[in-house]
């Protein structure tokens, strides 16, 4: 009896220390992981631990309560380096700085939670790997333990050779041993179409050659990938970019490779040499056409695929005017239009094209006016051929309903103040004299547009009005003399655009309150009126 007795006892004994023992560990803080003796415990602001909920930082052993990535819930958290600490536990590091009492940022290999816990991490050259801090690419190194990628080479962190369109700094990081500079959006996919590059920064592996292995089309530079093998292109090879298609194949409209016939291409179709083209020239620089009114843009440089030059004057082929570069297309031959013919822009025309759209030639020189077309400086009354954007009205070509369009065309400049005009639609300043020139007009003079006027301002005292008379100019008015303004005075003032920091502004000054207005916008704008005295007044 006594036995069972005394050997029940030793395993409630073995029971009450095991618990014990549990008890000490369950509540010891950070959950195991503290390195501290239990000596140090009772310097612990509080007990809580690491994940417990919380509302202030006395409550946590870490003495660290934050705020959850949900913005609501608060938690004991770890301290980061630079945080308050009494022991290694306190720490996301685990390393305590016990002679100042701060918890220490980990050095390469060292445990981290985060990038920012890594010695470095604000000169980019550090990561936090795997729960360590690591090395990046491009950055020094002594040994490969060091390094993200695991490799170091020439004391620097390398990436281990990658397949093709993978980031890259160097060539031994490629597995076909070139890292180029590569069009961000010509990486490619598995079967060999394309798509944006991966990573930040602009180099990446190239594709393999012809005859290397390769794991999908997307790794060949040109061809496929058959049988594991970069491999040349046959005609009726089903195509997703004009690469995949070798020697002077193209890839065409219906998605396989094809050998085009000489001369065979029309303007703007893909196309690998001159001889393909029936204007002869397959170019890399491409001219742009407006596709609404077939007219001349921009010339893009270095476009892929290579595409047919359109068609020059005096060759044939030609559609419609869409085929040809600066003609029109004239029984199946692009031509500069004769009078009479429909034209959109003036390069069509052997002369003019008129704002109806038909070429035409002037009956005299320096008739044209303020814009009117022109080609040389010569044709225009002001002296001026410029080229515009969006002024020109025409019938839009190729169309029988009478639609016009804006295009951009070459037309003729106003003239300013002194320059030649036949009438005031001529003038940029001022309006037409009777001897042929621009002049602005003085006070009280019969007005139509503010520009008319040396003072810039003309009012028409019938809102509905056929014209209005010269006054002297409103607060903030552009001007160039005192007597211009009905204030007396020409300051400089703020420029309208705030953003040119090059920019000179006078306009008028504004009445002083109190002084003589005619309505509001004598008045400073910001808090005046004109009141019924005829004053400025506080509003």
Sequence with gaps: MFAFVNNQSKKLALLFLASHIFTAAAASPFELDNEASTALFARAVGGKYVGSSCQVDAECYSGSCATGNDGVTRTCQRQLPGGPCFDN???NTRQCDLSKGICKASAVNGLCTDYYDCAGWEQGTVTCQDKKCKVKDSKSCTNSNQCANGLCKDKICRRRPQAPNSPCFVDSECLSGDCAAVNPSQCTNPDGSFTYCPGTTDQHCTRYTLGSKCAN???CAEGFCRSGKCVAS????????QYQCTGLSVCGS???????????LYPNDVCDAGSQCRSGRCVVDQQQKDPYTNVNNVILKN???KRCDYLANGQSGCRSVSDCLTGLCKSGTCKLGSDGDRCQVNYQCQNLCSNDGVCYTPTQPNAQGKNEPCKTDDQCVSGSCIATHDVVVRPRLGTSDGSLTNVDDTACAGSAAGGACSDDADCN???CSSSGKC????LNAICEQDFQCDTQTCIYADPYGASGTCE???????CSRDDQCYSGACVRRQCPNNKDPNCVFFGCQAVALGGSCRNLNDCTSAGQTCGADNTCVLV
């Excluded at 046959?234 to 970019?241: A, L, T």
């Excluded at 002049?439 to 003085?442: K, R, S, Y």
């Design 472 to 478: 002297l100019a409103y607060q903030y008015t552009e």
């Design 89 to 91: 536990g306190n720490c």
């Design 234 to 241: 046959k005609d009726g090879d089903v195509c997703s970019e």
């Design 217 to 219: 089309n997307g790794e």
């Design 429 to 431: 300043e001022g309006s």
């Design 439 to 442: 002049g602005l007009l003085p």
């Design 303 to 305: 476009q892929y695929p």
């Design 254 to 264: 219906n998605g396989k490779c094809y050998t085009p016939s000489s001369a065979s």
